[in-house]
């Protein structure tokens, strides 16, 4: 059972309950190509709500994240993106998503001048700067499906994105409650509440908004979710 989690982000909390609830069949399905090596990924509608709660759990652990805390994702299209938006959104926090693609090394952590309380990343050098430059909470993530830690050494200061989320509870901790006015999510400079991501489209009606949005979108509606891309 996954509890409501906050007043500003019910849908999120509707969807993910409704797909712990769905069975053992593949609600969310990822395909891509990681390190050269095409990978394909099915993950019911109960493991995917896992997944979140996890992410929640540890945000919640190690910074307290709630309304307000502002989580920059430097990770590509894939499912464990998709994972750490909707666990950040469980929690009421601010995802900036930086979307880059092919994931390479940066000199900075993304998410604008000012530094975010948390960078999640797939690479290492913007993990080891992020610490050095004082980010509250950095997390390297393994960008290989099945992987279940990093690989090739964690920077000192970083957590891992598999092994320390796979070790959170499976079912969603306390989190404190939002406000359906509070950012939800940033994106190129724009900026939606939780009201707004299942009530508005881009400005200038393109009807286009960051696919994370859209992918929690389609769950809230029990439908499933395919992600395709280069991993």
């Given at each position: 059972?996954i509890?409501?989690?906050s007043?500003?982000?019910?849908?999120?909390?509707?969807?993910?309950?409704?797909?712990?609830?769905?069975?053992?069949?593949?609600?969310?399905?990822?395909?891509?190509?990681?390190?050269?090596?095409?990978?394909?990924?099915?993950?019911s509608?109960?493991?995917?709500?896992?997944?979140?709660?996890?992410?929640?759990?540890?945000?919640?652990?190690e910074?307290?994240?709630?309304?307000?805390?502002?989580?920059?994702?430097?990770?590509?299209?894939?499912?464990?993106?998709?994972a750490?938006?909707?666990?950040?959104?469980?929690t009421?926090?601010?995802?900036?998503?930086?979307?880059?693609?092919?994931?390479?090394?940066?000199?900075?952590?993304?998410?604008?001048?000012?530094?975010?309380?948390v960078?999640?990343?797939?690479?290492?050098?913007a993990?080891?700067?992020?610490?050095?430059?004082?980010?509250?909470?950095?997390?390297?993530?393994?960008?290989?499906?099945?992987?279940?830690?990093?690989?090739?050494?964690?920077?000192?200061?970083?957590?891992?994105?598999?092994?320390?989320v796979?070790?959170?509870?499976?079912?969603?901790?306390?989190?404190?409650?939002?406000?359906?006015?509070?950012?939800?999510?940033?994106?190129?400079?724009r900026?939606?509440?939780?009201?707004?991501?299942?009530?508005r489209?881009?400005?200038?009606?393109?009807?286009?908004?960051?696919?994370?949005a859209?992918a929690?979108?389609?769950w809230?509606?029990?439908?499933?979710?395919?992600?395709?891309g280069?991993?």
């Open positions: 059972m509890p409501s989690p007043d500003g982000a019910p849908r999120v909390s509707s969807a993910l309950a409704s797909l712990a609830a769905s069975g053992p069949l593949p609600r969310l399905s990822w395909t891509g190509v990681v390190d050269g090596t095409p990978e394909r990924l099915e993950l509608g109960r493991v995917s709500a896992t997944w979140a709660n996890k992410v929640a759990n540890l945000l919640v652990e910074i307290d994240a709630g309304p307000g805390t502002r989580v920059v994702l430097d990770l590509p299209l894939h499912w464990r993106t998709l750490w938006a909707t666990g950040a959104w469980l009421g926090a601010t995802v900036v998503a930086a979307e880059i693609v092919d994931a390479p090394d940066v000199e900075h952590p993304p998410g604008g001048s000012e530094l975010p309380d960078l999640v990343t797939a690479s290492a050098s993990a080891k700067d992020a610490v050095r430059d004082g980010v509250e909470l950095v997390v390297l993530v393994p960008m290989a499906s099945f992987a279940l830690r990093v690989v090739g050494g964690l920077p000192a200061g970083a957590l891992d994105g598999a092994a320390d796979a070790a959170q509870p499976d079912d969603l901790g306390p989190v404190r409650t939002t406000e359906a006015a509070r950012t939800a999510l940033e994106l190129d400079g900026t939606w509440t939780f009201a707004d991501l299942f009530g489209e881009e400005p200038g009606g393109t009807g286009e908004t960051w696919w994370g859209v929690v979108r389609e809230s509606s029990d439908a499933d979710v395919v992600l395709e280069a991993g």
